[in-house]
């Protein structure tokens, strides 16, 4: 085997981007700071791959310590890539994967997205027809922040509407009777323009899931997200019973094959809802994507956050098929930081596919350098 | 780049190579020719690939599956190959039930030429798993015992570390074979499988598993009728050897889910080039890993049926076994150095990019019997 794409340097940088604000996802949380953690494989021909994904930390009005237990487990496990190939992914995957004892699995994430963007670029090719090539646009929906006001819901989700975005989903204060009377005002205002996706993070009950559930189904919502804790299957099928909406999991806590093989078994979910960045990267969503599909099943990517994550989630969605829509975090420049032309959705609502090899896109790594707080730097 | 993956050219060809043999696969049968039907592709940079399948048994006639693929012709031309995934899912979702030998064999071409077309084997496309992987030489069927014992001779003494028969599939005959390879070879390490074409009774299936469980035997394969799920459910529940299914009937993500939920096989088994192509077994690699069964992916064929099956065995995780046709000779063609058993008893994938096969397309054209060519 050439030894070409052998991994001879893994840089490691974390930065804490300073066009993104402060966030939350629920109105029950305090916010958060994000980080933004990078991984820069670099082959013996000096080809070069890389991935990245978000960690956050309690912000503190900026007095601690910014969150860096991602990077610092990145920097742990690293050492394995190194000498590794990138024409042997799979045996890689299986190795870090075998041994990973983070659910969150997202250092063996970044490595693996590393190793497949390297690849492609060695083939000159883009990521997505490396993988099979299924589509080449895919529509997005917004991903909205959480809003204080439902007048601010109802202008918010019109000036989405007018950007084009025919989709949009909602995260909002989890407070039930609030949320409903959000989600008629906003449907009321824009239902005739924009379909509708609502998630709150885990942060209902059954009783409530199924109240808000039977609304939703009545605003011909088009799924409802992370209504009940991921590994509550039980709650789950008694909530898909009871409603009439596609209910679909959170996909953050529930990470392995065979914890989704089990609440697809367990009849939890009508669609399955994972990412690449942190559930062991784009050969474990692959065979995710084929557990689904072998159960008429989509798979709902997650791509809330840097251009990194929104590139591997779109790359597999056009790549496998069988997934509807692209999560398209908004507003869009609190999560475009890595790339000077990020992937952008179109004046109809639509993410194409991106042209150039591997990811398609590379970050300015002298800018990442200078602003990383955190850097590590290993060689073979 | 784009437009040099365009595909501007398709053709098939059957023949029958002139080193072929007729073969049985079972003993209720007469030997069959062993035709092969080829698919080529050609895309606008220059880069070509090419696919196989076997016709000349069970009524199926020469050139049944070039005519398949002929009547998908207008699709395939025009087609881009990095967006090979697409044009088989289209042809899929048209088609109906499997098995789908036609549209198969054009989604392992279309994989064969883009792999070439961008320098790189299609195992390392797919994620470069491994560099080799055991065999077992995949015997024809006999009439008599002696047959059997002088062939298991032979592999073994060849290097074989395994050998599955097609069983002559008279039951008491089967359970003879069975005794006298648990006596001979009982205590070694060669390992041994049998496949039974889907030519038992229910009872018969039970008995000979249950004597294959006390000997070095790995699976019963193909004892019931693919479609027949139930008493395949029943079966693996009442025996202690792995059951497979014959891959062959029943194709498709949704039925091999339905299997394997259903636990009908302890393993899964399909053949790249009738049940999707590599497009659909990458999907298939993911369901059966999620069900934590092994996969047995079939390869008896020529050497480019051997070689789309090959490559998905070496890049994705799961698979156990390649299953070499022996003697191999008579299924060589069409490839110049074609896939050879190394001492460790395994093959390696050829280190060309695509599938791998350099192919005299001159002699093929020359000694096909049936021709189609989207350009004529």
């Known amino acids: ?380 | 780049m784009a437009d040099d993956l365009d595909i501007t050219r398709v053709r098939g060809y059957a023949l029958t190579p002139e080193q072929s043999v007729p073969t049985r696969y079972h003993g209720r049968m007469d030997r069959a020719a062993m035709n092969i039907e080829l698919v080529r592709v050609t895309l606008a940079g220059g880069a070509e690939g090419a696919a196989s399948y076997l016709s000349g048994w069970a009524g199926r006639a020469m050139g049944c599956f070039v005519n398949e693929v002929a009547a998908i012709a207008e699709q395939i031309v025009g087609h881009n190959a990095g967006r090979r995934a697409a044009l088989t899912q289209t042809l899929l979702e048209e088609a109906g039930e499997g098995p789908w030998m036609g549209i198969s064999m054009v989604d392992c071409a279309m994989w064969d030429a883009y792999g070439r077309a961008v320098g790189q084997p299609v195992y390392r496309l797919l994620g470069g798993y491994r560099e080799r992987i055991p065999v077992y030489a995949s015997t024809e069927a006999f009439l008599t015992m002696e047959e059997y014992l002088d062939v298991t001779k032979r592999f073994i003494a060849m290097g074989y570390p395994a050998i599955k028969f097609h069983m002559n599939t008279d039951p008491d005959f089967d359970l003879e074979l069975v005794a006298l390879i648990t006596s001979a070879y009982g205590e070694g390490k060669v390992r041994f499988m049998t496949d039974q074409e889907q030519l038992c009774t229910f009872d018969e299936a039970v008995r000979l598993g249950q004597a294959m469980s006390k000997g070095p035997f790995d699976w019963l394969e193909a004892p019931l009728p693919d479609t027949d799920l139930d008493a395949y459910v029943a079966l693996n529940e009442a025996v202690d050897v792995d059951i497979l299914n014959a891959g062959n009937i029943l194709v498709g993500l949704d039925n091999w889910r339905e299997g394997l939920s259903r636990k009908a096989w302890s393993r899964l088994r399909f053949d790249v080039c009738n049940a999707g192509g590599i497009s659909t077994a990458v999907k298939a690699m993911g369901l059966a890993k999620a069900m934590n069964v092994p996969v047995e992916i079939q390869s008896f064929g020529y050497q480019t049926a051997q070689l789309a099956n090959l490559h998905v065995m070496l890049g994705m995780v799961g698979n156990t076994w390649f299953e070499h046709p022996a003697p191999s000779a008579p299924f060589d063609y069409p490839a110049r150095s074609p896939i050879a058993l190394d001492a460790l008893g395994c093959v390696s994938a050829p280190r060309e990019n695509g599938l791998g096969i350099e192919i005299d397309w001159a002699g093929v054209e020359q000694d096909a019997e049936i021709v189609f060519d989207s350009a004529a």
């Open chain 1, 1 to 380: 085997m050439s030894r070409d794409l052998d991994i001879v340097r893994a840089r490691i940088y974390a930065v804490t981007p300073a066009n993104t604000p402060p966030y939350r996802w629920t109105g029950q949380d305090g916010f958060v700071r994000i980080t933004d953690n990078l991984l820069r494989l670099t082959a013996a021909n000096g080809l070069e791959g890389w991935a990245s994904n978000t960690s956050n930390a309690p912000h503190d009005d900026g007095a601690g310590a910014p969150e860096r237990s991602a990077a610092d487990r990145l920097h742990e496990i690293a050492p394995q890539v190194l000498g590794a190939s990138a024409l042997e992914r799979e045996a890689v995957s299986e190795r870090l994967l075998r041994t990973c004892d983070d659910p969150r699995r997202r250092a063996e994430s970044l490595i693996d997205i590393a190793l497949w963007d390297l690849m492609a670029r060695a083939a000159n090719q883009p990521l997505w027809q490396m993988l099979g090539g299924v589509r080449d646009v895919i529509p997005a929906y917004a991903s909205t922040p959480v809003l204080e006001t439902v007048e601010a819901y109802v202008a918010y989700v019109g000036d989405l509407a007018e950007r084009g975005y025919r989709a949009a989903k909602l995260h909002t204060q989890c407070d039930p009777d609030w949320d409903l009377a959000m989600i008629d005002a906003v449907h009321d205002a824009h239902g005739k323009r924009m379909r509708f996706m609502l998630d709150v993070e885990q942060r209902y009950d059954l009783r409530t899931s199924v109240r808000v559930g039977q609304r939703l189904a009545e605003l011909e919502f088009v799924w409802f997200e992370a209504p009940l804790p991921d590994a509550d299957f039980v709650a789950y099928r008694e909530l898909r019973r009871a409603v009439d909406v596609p209910i679909i999991p959170a996909g953050n806590t529930l990470t392995s094959l065979e914890d989704l093989r089990s609440g697809i078994e367990g009849g939890a979910w009508d669609h399955v809802r994972t990412g690449p960045s942190h559930n062991g990267g784009l050969t474990a969503s692959i065979r995710a994507m084929g557990l689904a599909d072998a159960h008429g099943m989509t798979v709902e990517l997650q791509s809330y956050g840097y251009e990194g994550r929104k590139l591997a989630a779109l790359h597999l969605a056009l790549g496998l098929g069988n997934c509807d829509w692209f999560e398209q975090p908004v507003a869009e420049t609190d999560y475009n930081y890595e790339l000077a032309e990020p992937p952008v959705v179109d004046a109809s609502g639509l993410i194409h596919a991106p042209t150039g090899p591997g990811l398609g896109a590379v970050p300015d790594w002298e800018r990442i350098e200078a602003e990383a707080f955190l850097t590590f730097d290993l060689k073979d």
